[in-house]
Nanobody
Framework: QVQLPESGGGLAQAGGSLRLSCVAS????????IGWFRQAPGKDREFVAG????????HYTDSVKGRFTISRDNAKNTVYLQMNGLKPEDTAVYYC??????????????????WGQGTQVTASS
């Protein structure tokens, strides 16, 4: 069974930085496209960033372009989300999302095969 524990969430001041990590256990990441989604209270879960299986292609939602960077290390079975210039509107639970089998980056919930348990990110003003 695949486990996708995330880490790195927490509290940061506006303008600050956090780095999220998602490590897969039970299955290698090497064939998977990975996405990061987030869900704020009372809102739908939304796509934030994604990376294809070999790291050669990335995609970001407009609100985080230039501030967030997604990367991966397949040797460590780990995906990262570096978040700089945090804003209060970035506050949400962030989820790692995996789509197996060399497919496109998952950008909607129904394209996701496995979810992490989520990690809280809070950016205070």
């Amino acid at each position: 069974q695949v486990q996708l524990p995330e880490s790195g969430g927490g509290l940061a001041q506006a303008g600050g930085s956090l780095r999220l990590s998602c490590v897969a256990s039970g299955r290698t990441f090497s064939s998977a496209a990975i996405g990061w989604f987030r869900q704020a209270p009372g809102k739908d879960r939304e796509f934030v960033a994604g990376i294809n299986w070999n790291g050669g292609r990335t995609h970001y939602t407009d609100s985080v372009k230039g501030r967030f960077t997604i990367s991966r290390d397949n040797a460590k079975n780990t995906v990262y989300l570096q978040m700089n210039g945090l804003k209060p509107e970035d506050t949400a639970v962030y989820y790692c999302a995996v789509r197996w089998g060399f497919k496109n980056i998952p950008m909607t919930r129904n394209e996701v095969d496995n979810w992490g348990q989520g990690t809280q990110v809070t950016a205070s003003s």
